[in-house]
C-alpha cells in the first residue's frame, strides 16, 4: 500500500514525541529533521519539505506547545494540521456547466499516465451521479489507444465518439460537440494523445482543442510512481497550457508517494481524484485529511 513507509517512519517519530511528558526546544526540532528526511525519502519536493517543516517550527516553537499540557500530541496535530493544508484542505469537485449545460474535459497527461483508463473510471463516476457523459477519442497516434477507449467505454456502459485516425484532434472535438448535443449528453470528455515527454507539438495540440471547443475543465493526469517528475511535469502542463485539476495515479502501487503531498504546493492545482489499480472501479474521490490521516495513523 502506498505511503507505508513513510507511515512507518513518522509514526515512530510520534510515538517517540507522545511519550515525551515535556518538550524542549531541541526535542522538536530533532523531530521535525526526522520528518524532514522522511518526507524527502518519501519523494516530497525539496522546497515543499523547507516551507513545511519551517511552518510546523513556527508554530511548534511557539508558546502554545511550552505552555501545553501534552507537547508531544501538539506537534502531532500540528504536524497533521499542516499536511491537511499542503495538500489543498478542501475536497475539490469537478466543475461542471450549470443546467443542463454540456461541460467539457479534456484530459492530459503523459503516455503510460494513466489517461485513457482514468477518462472511463471518471465517466463511470459522472454515469453514477445520474449524468450522460461522452467519450471522446482524440489520441490519433495510437490506434491502440483508440481500441482501449472504446473497450473501457463499453465496460462502463458510456458511448464512445471516434473519428479513426485521420482527423485533425480539435475537428474531432467539435464533431463530438455537436454528436453531443444531438445526443444529449451533458459531459463530454476528450482524451487526448500524450507523449513520452513534453514537447511543443504535444501542448500545441492540446491547445489548438483549447482554441476550437470551449473547454471548461482540463484535468492532468499524473503518474505517482514516477515521483517528483510527475510534480514537475504537473507544473510544466499548468504553466504552458492551464489546468484546472490533477489526477494522481497508481497511488495502490509501490510508490513512496511524495507526488501526492507536493502537487497543490508547486501547481496551485488541487487533486481531485487518485487512481487505486487496474480497474475501472478503483478511483477515489481525493480527501486530504483523510490523506493526512493515513500517513500520520
Ligand atoms: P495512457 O497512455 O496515459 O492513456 O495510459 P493507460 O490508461 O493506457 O494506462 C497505462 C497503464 O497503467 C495501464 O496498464 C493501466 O491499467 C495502468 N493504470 C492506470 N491507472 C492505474 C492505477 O491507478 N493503478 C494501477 N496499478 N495501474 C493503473
Do not use: W
Not at 220 to 242: E, P, S, Y
Amino acid at each position: 500500500m502506498a505511503f507505508d513507509s513513510l507511515t512507518e517512519k513518522l509514526q515512530n517519530i510520534f510515538k517517540n514525541l507522545r511519550s515525551k511528558g515535556r518538550l524542549t526546544e531541541d526535542d522538536v526540532k530533532e523531530a521535525l529533521k526526522e520528518i524532514k528526511r522522511a518526507l524527502l525519502a518519501a519523494d516530497v519536493n525539496f522546497k515543499v519539505v523547507k516551507d513545511f517543516i519551517k511552518n510546523v517550527q513556527e508554530r511548534a516553537i511557539g508558546q502554545d506547545v511550552m505552555n501545553g499540557l501534552n507537547p508531544g500530541q501538539m506537534v502531532v496535530k500540528i504536524v497533521n494540521e499542516e499536511l491537511v493544508k499542503l495538500m489543498g484542505s478542501e475536497t475539490t469537485e469537478i466543475k461542471l456547466q450549470p443546467g443542463s449545460a454540456i461541460t467539457v474535459i479534456m484530459m492530459a497527461g503523459l503516455q503510460g499516465a494513466g489517461k485513457t483508463t482514468t477518462t472511463a473510471k471518471l465517466a463511470g463516476k459522472f454515469k453514477l451521479k445520474g449524468k450522460k457523459p461522452l467519450l471522446v477519442a482524440c489520441d490519433v497516434y495510437r490506434p491502440a489507444a483508440i481500441k482501449q477507449l472504446q473497450i473501457n467505454g463499453e465496460k462502463q456502459g458510456v458511448e464512445v465518439f471516434s473519428m479513426g485516425e485521420n482527423h485533425k484532434p480539435a475537428n474531432i472535438a467539435k464533431a463530438a460537440l455537436l454528436h453531443a448535443q444531438k445526443n444529449k449528453n451533458n459531459i463530454v470528455i476528450l482524451d487526448t494523445a500524450g507523449r513520452l515527454h513534453i514537447d511543443e507539438d504535444m501542448m500545441a495540440e492540446l491547445q489548438e482543442i483549447k482554441d476550437t471547443v470551449d473547454v471548461h475543465q482540463t484535468i492532468l493526469v499524473i503518474d505517482a510512481m514516477t515521483g517528483q517528475d510527475a510534480v514537475n511535469v504537473a507544473k510544466d502542463f499548468n504553466d504552458k497550457i492551464g489546468i484546472d485539476g490533477v489526477i494522481v495515479t497508481k497511488l495502490d502501487g509501490d510508490t513512496r508517494g511524495g507526488a501526492a503531498l507536493s502537487v497543490k504546493a508547486v501547481t496551485g492545482k488541487p487533486i481531485l481524484y487518485v487512481g487505486m489499480g487496474e480497474k475501472l472501479s478503483d478511483l477515489e474521490q481525493f480527501y486530504p485529511e483523510r490523506m493526512a490521516s493515513r500517513i500520520l495513523g
